[in-house]
């Protein structure tokens, strides 16, 4: 993108560089893309930081983190339904539902 290339081959020479990022190389994301994505996002996040938003992602988007809300949810689209349409009756029924299962 108008910027110097460089072409590594080998997966030594991967190695060493994969290993020292933020020393021997940098890494950078266009402009569009913190814009985009958000500048505290994942995407634009290196190091330590990287690895303790997506370690707190991956713990918030677990089975059993997904279907304790569903009642949550549940309750709180009823609530907005209620409110828009006050004339008529809205009530929640809850269903027992396949958990889902791990991969």
Known sequence: MGKPTIRI???ENIRKVLKNEETLVTMSWPTSVGELMGKGGLITA???LHSSRRSAIMKA???SAINGEIQAVAVLICDV???K???FIV???TRKR???KPH
Do not use: A, D, Y
Request: no cysteine; aromatic share 14%.
């Open 91 to 93: 009530s929640l029924e």
């Open 61 to 63: 988007f677990t089975n």
């Open 98 to 100: 396949k958990k889902l």
């Open 81 to 83: 339904v209620r409110k």
């Open 46 to 48: 290196t190091r330590k």
């Open 85 to 87: 349409f006050k004339k």
């Open 9 to 11: 081959w080998g997966s």
